[in-house]
């Protein structure tokens, strides 16, 4: 046998060997002998290291140090879950489920797993990336760190040698998290607080040898991109497991909402008993043409629900109540608290939410309140023991001024919340709209943060975001903290701003109720900022996911002469407000010029998505929704019999793919 012959077989054995400890649990030899193989491969790797292989065993051990993670964007979009807290709200989502689609619909049953969201992808069968869920569309490349996890497989048997994406959790078992503990103990070390923060923290540590000390695991749970015969849920974790992927057997099939509701209360009383934390169940529609059908919000998937279980509750003293101003000026009360532990973190303050939250709690001061977590990350006060109350308690009411510049408060109609109208003079607004700005998630400009952008209001050096592009090099310097070399970056990021793309420019602007992905959407529909101010609002309700709200939220945006103003001062400067390369739609014809079509259905000749794609790239318009002024229904295989009815009320034409592909064929 030669060199590379041993090398590759000692790899796949210890392969072999790991998959049985960590995924199967079935151990065939001893840890010592484990050992003897591993280190005898790493003789042998170190010997001829013309044979190195990133997804070699030997990998596990780490050693490699990344001073910092790049930016990676996902193949396929990580999308949020949307929550629930009660069965009712199980019932409306089968509700608005069975609208959709035709037929039976079954679930399947998922535990939610207290972790860190990740994404792998594999090509050839081998690990390529691993990449952090960030905001969803982008995060940051771990691949280092996630080699030395055992259960993560570095190569797969998979169906065939394509690219595909598997999603899952990075979590930390209970008796992992107490003997990492122990040992910091005896190191003199802080403890962590819990084991989900310990699990994502360790995901960026800088050294990957540090990660492989840590005892962390790796629980998969959804297969992206693939195209091989799998048509239910159930069967895509079926195959997961068949590649060697850690897949918990505690995920089961439902007939029914009856059947989701005992996995729920099952699991509900005794998830203590597992060796890892859970803060939930996830329940999917199991065949995955229905999920096609169904379809995506913008945050998150209609055909997944996670039911989070009660929170952890813990009672302590209110002390006082403060208040924040948004970068809208919106006004939050935050509660101040007598600290107390609480799910593992020592918890001081609380949101109140509003002033309908204040009342309804009849909180007064010195109150004993109950505090839970919601979704287990924000502290919220959910109840008040109002037989413990003090005699001489005074209520707590709601500011009528502004906290920061003392201006009246204002509340519009049909909102919970308050707002401060002083947009150009109130500091904490000023900062927020130019923090928002300078994010990574909108110009991401380089060099310069919240603490240094308060210090530049503060000191009259900038009012604007716009500001910004004239800032100079003797303005900034003096800045305290600052210097020559930070100045220096401080303005090349801003001046390195001037590259962002049309829509996170859109985003950057702060409009309330504009998002990430309506920006990207808008930018699409609109390929410049003058069409997109031109808009009337029935144009603007035509782009996907584009409702009254955000509608009415950028028509009010650009009637304000100010905002105008802005937005020339910014191109004056270079900004990007015409949308360029992938941002703009390439028309292939404009044979459909003048119509809109509402797509549902699945599709035999192309996907939902490509389908889409090619009613715009012939000039025509994507709705979501049915209304008079659709001019066609595209319907594939189960589309939902709500919207078929809706179409034969109001008389639009319902035709199938092969219709439109003859409507386009005919007009070129």
């Not at 396929?76 to 689609?101: C, F, G, P, Q």
């Not at 716009?466 to 303005?491: C, F, H, W």
């Not at 008079?628 to 589309?639: E, H, I, L, N, R």
């Amino acid at each position: 046998m030669s060199v590379e012959e041993k090398i590759n077989s000692l790899r796949l054995e210890l392969e072999a060997h790991n998959h049985r400890y960590y995924v199967l649990d079935t151990p065939v030899i001893s840890d010592f002998e484990f050992d003897r193989l591993l280190r005898e491969l790493q003789d042998l790797e170190r010997d001829h290291p013309q044979f190195a292989d990133p997804n070699s065993p030997t990998q596990r051990v780490g050693g490699s140090i990344t001073k910092s993670f790049e930016t990676v964007v996902h193949d396929h979009r990580m999308y949020s879950l949307d929550n629930s807290y009660s069965k009712e709200d199980l019932l409306d989502w089968e509700a608005r489920i069975k609208k959709v689609v035709d037929g039976p619909v079954t679930y399947m049953c998922e535990l939610k797993y207290d972790g860190a969201s990740i994404s792998l992808t594999y090509e050839q069968g081998r690990l390529l990336r691993a990449v952090t869920r960030g905001d969803g569309l982008q995060g940051d490349e771990v691949t280092a760190n996630i080699r030395t996890i055992n259960t993560v497989p570095l190569k797969v048997n998979a169906p065939n040698s394509e690219r595909f994406d598997i999603r899952g959790e990075i979590i930390m078992t209970k008796s992992g998290f107490q003997q990492l503990n122990e040992q910091r103990a005896a190191l003199g070390e802080e403890l962590f607080k819990n084991p989900r923060n310990t699990a994502s923290g360790s995901l960026k540590l800088q050294d990957s040898a540090e990660v492989a000390k840590r005892p962390l695991t790796c629980f998969l749970y959804s297969i992206q991109g693939a195209k091989w015969p799998i048509d239910t849920q159930e069967s895509m974790l079926d195959q997961a497991r068949a590649m060697g992927f850690k897949v918990p057997a505690q995920a089961k099939a439902a007939a029914d909402m009856n059947q989701v509701m005992a996995f729920i209360d099952y699991w509900d009383q005794h998830r203590h008993e597992l060796p890892y934390e859970i803060d939930g169940v996830v329940i999917k529609v199991n065949d995955l043409n229905q999920q096609v059908e169904l379809g995506y919000t913008a945050k998150a998937p209609r055909w997944a629900m996670a039911y989070k279980f009660k929170a952890e509750e813990v009672q302590t003293e209110l002390l006082n109540v403060v208040y924040q101003v948004g970068r809208t000026g919106a006004i939050t009360p935050v509660a101040e608290l007598r600290p107390v532990e609480l799910a593992g973190t020592v918890v001081k303050r609380a949101s109140l939410h509003n002033a309908d939250q204040i009342e309804k709690l009849d909180l007064h001061f010195g109150d004993v309140v109950v505090v839970e977590k919601g979704g287990e990350i924000i502290p919220k006060i959910t109840a008040v023991r109002d037989h413990l109350r003090r005699e001489d308690a005074l209520p707590v009411g709601f500011i009528e001024s502004c906290p920061e510049c003392e201006s009246p408060l204002v509340r519009l109609s049909g909102e919970a919340q308050h707002y401060c109208p002083n947009e150009t003079e109130c500091a904490p607004q000023i900062i927020g709209r130019i923090s928002h700005y300078i994010s990574r998630k909108a110009m991401d400009i380089d060099g310069l943060g919240e603490e240094t952008v308060a210090l530049m209001v503060r000191q009259g050096l900038i009012n604007d975001f716009a500001d910004l592009y004239g800032l100079r090099m003797d303005q900034v310097v003096p800045l305290e903290r600052m210097g020559q070399k930070s100045a220096e970056n401080l303005i090349q990021g801003v001046k390195d701003s001037l590259k962002q793309p049309y829509h996170k420019v859109l985003f950057a602007l702060g409009v309330r109720h504009v998002g990430e992905t309506v920006a990207q959407k808008l930018a699409q529909a609109f390929p410049d900022i003058d069409t997109l101010k031109a808009a009337t609002q029935d144009e603007l309700l035509a782009v996907d996911d584009i409702g009254v709200k955000i509608a009415d939220s950028l028509m009010a945006y650009f009637s304000d002469s100010d905002n105008w103003h802005r937005i020339e001062r910014l191109r004056s400067y270079g900004c990007q407000f015409e949308a360029m390369g992938t941002e703009q739609i390439q028309l292939s014809s404009a044979a459909l010029d003048g119509l809109s079509f509402v797509v549902s259905g699945v599709f035999q000749k192309v996907s939902r998505a490509e389908l889409k794609n090619l009613i715009t790239e012939h000039s025509g318009k994507v709705v979501g929704s049915i209304s008079g002024k659709t001019s066609y229904v595209v319907a594939g295989d189960q589309m939902g019999p709500s919207k078929r009815q809706k179409a034969d009320q109001l008389g639009i034409p319902i035709i199938g793919e092969n219709d439109f592909f003859e409507m386009i064929n005919k007009a070129n």
